[in-house]
């Protein structure tokens, strides 16, 4: 293959930078650009500042010839220059320990070369050490170790000669033979001899690193050790060796940070070795990490990024040693079945790392002070019966682990062997025994009957003779997922669903219900499964009284007691929604008073004659209705009602009278005193004529407290009259009632002797007028 070396050909390199400004340094680099074909001076040309082991563009700059740029001492640098009108000039990688004058010779020639062809191989990369030293204490100096073994194919090239892309043969018979695309034995060895003097004093690009935020510093210059090439294999090498020196942070634990630049270098494995007493905590990447706590290797060639990766370490603890033996939490064990020690709650501060486990742990199990058996293991499965225990004895179980560094954690604790179950002694409780009403101990009862809707209480009293209290469970279907834990425990039980108040909404709440039964059970259960038993079937007596719901209706509508009804009206009472919890409509017996007399008693009728009862002849006023129903169980409510019987609405006169103030009329004006009373709701007017001479007055209609009673009087002028006659005319709304009267009364004269006879003629007007005619002989008129 023929190469090209021209700008066009450089320009495809990276152009990363570490920092877009020039670095502080003491060392400075002053250039002179020179024509090489004529000798004479170029005025300016572009500089690239290239950090030879990475490759990493420290700045670019246009510079003057004579000018100076400064550089890390002590580092491999290289340049590249570039000017328009010339081949781009390149450097080999150099380490400038003091100020030096670099003389730029630009030509215009293009040169060709043939590359030699590296292949592949598949190499490792090397192995890094990174070892602290002694201790990583807070705020102090730490000491590290650095040790490096890298071997690479040779197809990668160096960053430290311009065109890794060749490869390294290619790049050594371009800088170091006769460019004849042959590799030399002698071209070789100037290679090697020209990489043993690089070396790196800037530990972010040696591949090394930062501690809580501090750049390590070296000892000496790190440079290569041995370098050496194995051109018929394929690779090549070398070795470093060098001790570091960084201040450690305030905090406790410790932060290793380790750049990453994609370099061929980050294709070793670095392994990091802690004192005795640190160890390696935490890593975001932790699929980075293999090892131990205290010696831990990062494949770092798996991360084809920039940065830095972080790690963190921090002083070594004992183990947090817990034991526990599975499905057993309290202080006892079964004598008799097997059982499972386990210790994999134990806890190392190094555990969550992603190391896997780092204890290790034994078992060990005693009685009386001697040790009776030993396993080495996390979880260990036992029958305690195959060591002779007695029952109702204490053995001793004891867990140590110990993790890489050699600190150890203890947990122990002592069982009791226990083979006995719970033994109950008595149950009192709020309910009656069926087979035996008279029996108080509910331990030696299969059937209860208890109270509806009550608090009921039932205390439960036992032995056991384990170190800790039995648990004690109480059950019951009545509430799906009802329990209590106590020995004195309160329950209330009621019907449940199936009672008459559930059918309301379907109309089928006049049946015979059966009582509520529902399980009730205790269960004491000591700690090694150990366990007494004891249910019951409970019968829930009906103790709910039977709910009354009357309503007093006018044909299908119901009327509000104490607006709606009026005198004469015909009412309904009704009490067909009424109904009990359990027994049948016709078991329950009714009693009705009204006003204190009894009108109905269902058990001496029927209750199709109870459920619906007409109220005739109610006064006007308040009345009172008293209604008891009683159920088969003895469950009485009664309920009053008061109501009121308004008059009725419309204008009903049932008494009027008339009488002359004076014993005697006179011819002239004569005082007639007026009474007249309204058993109708309604008010009126009323128009009074007699001998064509008519005056009016008002008059009141009947209220809850009684009559509208109305007493007037008006002034007549009179001429003498064998009979006198009087019209009455009462009017209300469209109601109109009419009366004639004839009266013949005595005038005062000087016979003064008159007999009275009153003859009435009355006529009615509602909306059309009757007449009626009356003959009284009554001094009065009155009617």
């Known amino acids: 293959m023929i190469i090209c070396l021209t700008i066009t050909i450089f320009s495809e390199i990276p152009m990363a930078k570490a920092n877009n400004n020039p670095l502080e340094s003491n060392i400075e680099i002053t250039f002179e650009l020179l024509n090489n074909e004529n000798g004479e001076t170029i005025d300016s040309a572009e500089i690239y500042v290239i950090e030879g082991w990475t490759g990493t563009i420290f700045y670019q700059k246009i510079i003057q010839s004579q000018e100076t740029i400064s550089i890390i001492p002590n580092h491999s640098f290289r340049f590249k220059l570039i000017h328009q009108d010339f081949e781009t000039w390149y450097s080999k990688s150099e380490v400038y320990s003091s100020s030096e004058s670099i003389t730029v010779n630009f030509t215009n020639g293009n040169e060709n070369y043939e590359n030699i062809t590296d292949n592949q191989v598949n190499n490792t990369g090397g192995e890094v050490e990174l070892e602290f030293l002694e201790h990583m204490s807070t705020n102090s100096n730490l000491n590290l170790s650095w040790n490096a073994k890298y071997n690479f194919s040779m197809h990668f090239g160096t960053n430290l000669l311009p065109f890794n892309f060749l490869g390294l043969s290619s790049q050594i018979d371009f800088w170091f033979g006769n460019k004849d695309s042959t590799l030399q034995i002698n071209e070789q060895e100037e290679f090697l001899n020209w990489f043993s003097k690089q070396g790196w004093s800037d530990s972010y690009y040696g591949g090394c690193c930062r501690i809580d935020g501090n750049f390590i510093k070296a000892d000496d210059l790190t440079g290569p050790l041995n370098p050496w090439i194995e051109s018929e294999l394929g690779i090549w090498g070398w070795n470093e060796t060098n001790y570091f020196s960084v201040k450690s942070g305030f905090t406790s634990g410790r932060l290793l940070e380790i750049p990453l630049q994609n370099d061929i270098r980050q294709l070793s494995k670095m392994t990091i070795i802690t004192p005795y007493e640190w160890e390696f905590r935490y890593t975001p990447n932790i699929d980075w990490i293999s090892g131990t706590p205290t010696k831990i290797t990062v494949n770092r060639s798996i991360s084809g990024i920039?940065?830095?990766?972080?790690?963190?370490?921090?002083?070594?603890?004992?183990?947090?040693?817990?034991?526990?033996?599975?499905?057993?939490?309290?202080?006892?064990?079964?004598?008799?079945?097997?059982?499972?020690?386990?210790?994999?709650?134990?806890?190392?501060?190094?555990?969550?790392?992603?190391?896997?486990?780092?204890?290790?742990?034994?078992?060990?199990?005693?009685?009386?002070?001697?040790?009776?058996?030993?396993?080495?293991?996390?979880?260990?499965?036992?029958?305690?019966?195959?060591?002779?225990?007695?029952?109702?004895?204490?053995v001793v179980t004891k867990l140590i682990c110990e993790d890489?560094?050699?600190?150890?954690?203890?947990?122990?604790?002592?069982?009791?062997?226990?083979?006995?179950?719970?033994?109950?002694?008595?149950?009192?409780?709020?309910?009656?025994?069926?087979?035996?009403?008279?029996?108080?101990?509910?331990?030696?009862?299969?059937?209860?009957?208890?109270?509806?809707?009550?608090?009921?209480?039932?205390?439960?009293?036992?032995?056991?003779?384990?170190?800790?209290?039995?648990?004690?469970?109480?059950?019951?279907?009545?509430?799906?997922?009802?329990?209590?834990?106590?020995?004195?425990?309160?329950?209330?039980?009621?019907?449940?669903?199936?009672?008459?108040?559930?059918?309301?909404?379907?109309?089928?709440?006049?049946?015979?219900?059966?009582?509520?039964?529902?399980?009730?059970?205790?269960?004491?259960?000591?700690?090694?499964?150990?366990?007494?038993?004891?249910?019951?079937?409970?019968?829930?007596?009906?103790?709910?009284?039977?709910?009354?719901?009357?309503?007093?209706?006018?044909?299908?509508?119901?009327?509000?007691?104490?607006?709606?009804?009026?005198?004469?009206?015909?009412?309904?009472?009704?009490?067909?929604?009424?109904?009990?919890?359990?027994?049948?409509?016709?078991?329950?017996?009714?009693?009705?008073?009204?006003?204190?007399?009894?009108?109905?008693?269902?058990?001496?009728?029927?209750?199709?004659?109870?459920?619906?009862?007409?109220?005739?002849?109610?006064?006007?006023?308040?009345?009172?209705?008293?209604?008891?129903?009683?159920?088969?169980?003895?469950?009485?409510?009664?309920n009053k009602y008061e109501f009121l019987v308004f008059p009725s609405n419309n204008l009903k006169i049932i008494d009027f009278q008339i009488s002359p103030s004076n014993e005697k009329l006179i011819v002239g004006k004569n005082d007639f005193d007026f009474s007249i009373t309204n058993s109708g709701s309604k008010s009126y007017d009323v128009i009074i004529c007699v001998q064509e001479q008519c005056l009016d007055s008002d008059g009141l209609g009947a209220t809850i407290d009684g009559h509208g009673y109305s007493n007037f009087s008006l002034t007549f002028n009179l001429n003498q009259s064998e009979f006198l006659d009087v019209n009455y005319k009462f009017k209300s709304d469209t109601d109109i009632i009419e009366y004639n009267v004839t009266y013949e009364f005595e005038f005062k004269n000087d016979k003064n002797n008159f007999a009275i006879i009153t003859t009435v003629s009355i006529s009615v007007f509602l909306v059309i007028i009757i007449t009626i005619r009356f003959i009284v002989s009554n001094r009065l008129g009155k009617i």
């Open 306 to 394: 920039m940065g830095y990766f972080p790690i963190v370490f921090d002083k070594n603890t004992p183990p947090e040693v817990t034991g526990k033996i599975i499905d057993f939490q309290g202080t006892s064990l079964p004598l008799h079945q097997n059982i499972t020690l386990d210790a994999t709650s134990s806890v190392d501060s190094s555990h969550d790392i992603g190391l896997g486990m780092n204890l290790e742990c034994g078992w060990e199990i005693s009685q009386y002070g001697t040790k009776i058996e030993k396993k080495e293991s996390m979880l260990w499965s036992v029958n305690l019966s195959e060591f002779g225990f007695l029952p109702n004895s204490t």
């Open 404 to 638: 890489p560094q050699g600190l150890t954690g203890l947990w122990e604790k002592s069982w009791y062997l226990d083979i006995t179950s719970p033994e109950p002694i008595e149950i009192f409780g709020d309910a009656e025994c069926v087979e035996k009403p008279d029996l108080k101990n509910l331990l030696f009862c299969d059937n209860l009957l208890v109270k509806s809707s009550e608090v009921l209480e039932f205390n439960f009293t036992f032995l056991d003779d384990g170190p800790t209290s039995p648990l004690i469970s109480w059950k019951s279907n009545h509430i799906d997922g009802w329990f209590s834990e106590e020995s004195n425990m309160s329950v209330i039980f009621w019907q449940g669903q199936n009672t008459n108040i559930n059918f309301l909404s379907s109309g089928d709440f006049h049946q015979q219900r059966e009582l509520a039964m529902w399980d009730l059970n205790v269960t004491l259960l000591d700690e090694v499964g150990n366990n007494y038993f004891k249910s019951w079937n409970v019968t829930v007596l009906d103790r709910s009284a039977p709910r009354i719901i009357m309503k007093i209706l006018d044909g299908n509508e119901e009327l509000n007691l104490l607006n709606d009804i009026n005198f004469g009206d015909n009412v309904t009472l009704d009490i067909n929604s009424s109904f009990d919890n359990i027994d049948a409509i016709d078991k329950v017996n009714f009693i009705i008073k009204l006003n204190g007399n009894k009108i109905t008693n269902s058990n001496e009728t029927t209750w199709d004659q109870t459920k619906s009862l007409q109220l005739i002849n109610l006064d006007v006023g308040s009345h009172q209705l008293i209604i008891n129903a009683t159920d088969s169980s003895g469950n009485s409510v009664e």
